[in-house]
């Protein structure tokens, strides 16, 4: 169950940031010169969120639990993408899930860690 809620928190965050840039870009008139800088942002905000969740229900492991959300996050974000887009994989893929998987395992890591007991492996 925490699973899905964890799935669920990330995709609001996600949905939530990308709303927030979607009005800047608006207000600010940017046009979409931002918007995969703002894209890659709100998808590391949302598997930061769905980390942070599921390890704080975990309990340990949390280095481990936010590598496997942060992967798990980054493989529907580019299975959409490549559905929609029709592209390829590139380099900026390999950006991506880097940020993507980072922001994630800090999440699962201070999730963990949220009472002051340092439990990230």
Do not use: C, Q, W
Not at 21 to 48: C, N
């Amino acid at each position: 169950m925490k699973y899905v809620v964890g799935a669920v928190l990330g995709a609001a965050v996600f949905a939530a940031f990308v709303a927030v840039f979607a009005l800047l870009m608006f207000v600010f008139e940017f046009g979409f010169k931002y918007a995969a800088v703002f894209a890659t942002v709100s998808a590391a905000a949302g598997a930061f969120a769905a980390a942070f969740y599921i390890s704080r229900k975990s309990g340990s492991r949390g280095l481990i639990t936010g590598v496997i959300t942060g992967a798990a996050v980054f493989a529907v974000i580019t299975v959409v993408s490549l559905a929609v887009n029709r592209g390829g994989i590139g380099v900026n893929t390999l950006f991506h899930f880097v940020i993507i998987v980072l922001s994630s395992a800090v999440g699962g890591i201070m999730g963990v860690n949220k009472n002051g007991d340092p439990k990230y492996i």
